[in-house]
């Protein structure tokens, strides 16, 4: 007899609540991937995407059109999934609420969001200025080693640790205003541990305004998340708040992340539709227009991701390999430690063969990272564990 919606038959041993965290796992490092694959955009000469026109393209302009698919529209769901599933995770089985669970919580993140966070950003900046100052300036060329405080001021100074990362200034909102820019510590990619650790900070007030209004302030913040009008608060983004508080909603309201998954072939279907035209308004003359679709993808995005993970799971008995699991949030950190030296070799590579091999860079040069990420965290795990525990926080 075919199995019901309801049933689980097939995969007896697991529960709904097993099920639902199974697929939060076989998602994880997809995402992890994703976020590898948005930095992997460099500029280049050969990059144009002004002068695209979808009615004539040329081989350099199809491959800008890929390369603008899977490092600029697909993939930018990713960030806005791992805010999902912390926000539902935060509040998961959770009885009750009051300060000593609050300060419960907050001593278990500071091993595993403060140290970590702090840990990362400050290994960045010694390898950052490890390599361009200590060895290139004052070991070869006999400079002063004031040159590394010079360096670590004229950069920011503490605004390394928070904010020193600008980028997005030309953004606009709905109403035709300049939307919030974006900001992130010195190693970029960790604005989203940045941002978990003001929302984490703010949870008693975020479990009280859902309490009191529940859909309401999900609503009103989804709407100032889509269309823009957001203050400009540097560690508080729109995407943190949104995202982090409709996974708390949905966890304290006794849904699953899963909870579309009766309605996930229509949900494909306006994701699909959605990500055809966020990529049309991503290239070419009209991409002032993407503003308005793009929030919209990204929402349909991240569930359309969890319900196919949790179809995996459930249909087809997937499961997540440990390995990668564990390691998510170490290639998340430390990609970009190596993404462009792995640019660089093989493009180099590459280029001695011919210069029409150059594309293929960017299919191979991100896959090289994370399989040097996947190495490197083993070798850590298994000869080093305490201190891996230490970076990435014990997840």
């Known amino acids: 007899m075919k199995a019901k919606n309801n049933d689980y038959a097939a995969f007896a041993p697991l529960g709904q609540q097993q099920l639902c965290s199974e697929a939060i796992d076989l998602v994880r490092f997809p995402l992890a991937v994703m976020v590898v694959f948005i930095h992997s955009f460099p ?29 600029n529209v697909f993939p930018s769901i990713a960030v806005p999934a791992f805010f999902l599933i912390s926000g539902y995770l935060f509040f998961k089985k959770l009885e009750q609420w009051d300060w000593s669970v609050w300060k419960r919580k907050m001593r278990s993140r500071l091993k595993t969001l403060v140290i970590p966070y702090s840990l990362w950003v400050t290994l960045y900046i010694l390898y950052r200025s490890g390599v361009y100052l200590t060895i290139g300036a004052i070991i070869i060329n006999g400079r002063p080693c004031s040159l590394f405080t010079d360096w670590f001021w004229e950069y920011g100074g503490f605004h390394l640790y928070w904010d020193s990362s600008v980028w997005g200034n030309d953004r606009l909102n709905w109403l035709g205003g300049v939307a919030p820019h974006m900001t992130a510590p010195h190693l970029f990619p960790l604005w989203f541990l940045r941002d978990l650790m003001v929302v984490v900070a703010l949870t008693p007030f975020i479990y009280w305004l859902i309490k009191k209004s529940g859909i309401v302030l999900i609503s009103i913040l989804g709407i100032t998340y889509l269309t823009g009008l957001w203050p400009d608060i540097h560690g508080l983004t729109a995407t943190a708040a949104f995202y982090f508080s409709a996974g708390a909603y949905l966890s304290l309201k006794g849904h699953d992340l899963s909870l579309l998954y009766k309605y996930r072939s229509f949900l494909y279907a306006v994701c699909a539709c959605l990500l055809i035209i966020n990529m049309y308004f991503a290239v070419g003359p009209y991409t002032e227009y993407r503003r308005y679709f793009s929030g919209f993808y990204v929402i349909t995005g991240v569930f359309s991701a969890i319900n196919i993970s949790y179809w995996l799971v459930r249909e087809k008995g997937v499961r997540s390999k440990r390995l990668m699991v564990e390691s998510c949030f170490f290639i998340y950190a430390f990609h970009v430690f190596i993404l462009g030296d792995c640019r660089h070799y093989v493009e180099a590579v590459l280029s001695r063969c011919s210069s029409h091999l150059l594309p293929l860079s960017y299919v191979v040069y991100p896959w090289i990272d994370i399989l040097i990420c996947l190495l490197l965290y083993y070798l850590f795990r298994r000869f080093f564990p305490r201190t891996t525990r230490i970076l990435t926080g014990g997840r």
């Open 43 to 71: 500029d280049s000469k050969w990059l144009d995407f002004t002068a695209i026109d979808y009615c004539s393209l040329n081989s350099f302009d199809t491959f800008n059109v890929f390369r603008r698919f899977f490092s």
